[in-house]
């Protein structure tokens, strides 16, 4: 089964300094991989996706994120955070299963603090 | 478009208690979702659909019911609601197709005592 492992809880980035979330995955092929943000009490909004292809992605707010299939891992970047920036962010892996369903599997989260 | 908007926002139930969440959607999305959302655990899918009059099974069903008898509304059901099922509940909805973009409501706080 495939499962996402997000090893940071809580990190904390000073206005304009950059910014890389870690994200590991587990799965026997290569996944679909996804990255939503949570903003504090509202629902999760997609930034980015990879299915395949370049494995450098762009997406939204000036996030990008890089697959790096050697090291399982898919993880966020930004070059500079901006206090609106400050939400948690989940990485997810999608997968279709045996009878076809898409299956989506989040990680824990990252909770991201800003400061001035 | 409002999206997809759900229905409270909070609640409070005791335990053996009944309610239904509602959510609904303006996006003539074919899939419909509940999640919930509990700390350190991420969100894990309780029931989902893919059309209407159809419904199926996530990875944590237990203790919930689900109808979709309208395209545009998703109702989770909690029969006999227990403090476990203390949680953010979160709709979300998408279009047919291999993992198009989820688009998710902003919540349900529910805690049950």
């Known amino acids: 089964a495939q499962s996402v492992t997000q090893p940071d809880i809580h990190i904390t980035v000073s206005e304009g300094a950059s910014l890389e979330l870690r994200c590991n995955y587990s799965?026997?092929?290569?996944?679909?991989l996804f990255w939503y943000v949570q903003s504090p009490g509202q629902g999760l909004q997609l930034l980015l996706k990879y299915f395949s292809g370049d494995t450098l992605v762009q997406g939204i707010k000036g996030f990008e994120a890089e697959f790096k299939r050697s090291q399982s891992s898919f993880n966020l970047r930004k070059p500079s955070v901006h206090w609106s920036d400050a939400a948690e962010y989940f990485c997810a892996v999608g997968v279709i299963s045996n009878f076809g369903n898409e299956k989506l599997t989040f990680g824990t989260g990252t909770r991201l603090t800003i400061i001035p | 478009n409002a999206g997809v908007t759900q229905t409270p926002k909070f609640r409070v139930l005791k335990t053996g208690q009944s309610m239904t969440l509602l959510c609904a959607q303006d996006?003539?999305?074919?899939?419909m979702y509940w999640y919930r959302q509990d700390p350190g655990m991420g969100l894990r899918l309780i029931h989902y659909?893919?059309?209407?009059?159809?419904?199926a099974k996530g990875e944590v069903p237990d203790g919930y019911n689900v109808s979709r008898l309208k395209k545009q509304n998703f109702l989770l059901g909690l029969e006999s609601a227990a403090p476990s099922q203390t949680s953010v509940y979160f709709c979300?909805?998408?279009?047919?197709?291999?993992?198009?973009?989820?688009?998710f409501g902003p919540g349900t706080r529910l805690t049950v005592t």
């Open positions: 996006m003539n999305h074919e899939y």
């Open positions: 979300a909805s998408k279009q047919a197709g291999e993992f198009r973009e989820q688009y």
């Open positions: 659909s893919v059309g209407e009059g159809t419904t």
């Open positions: 799965y026997g092929a290569t996944p679909y």
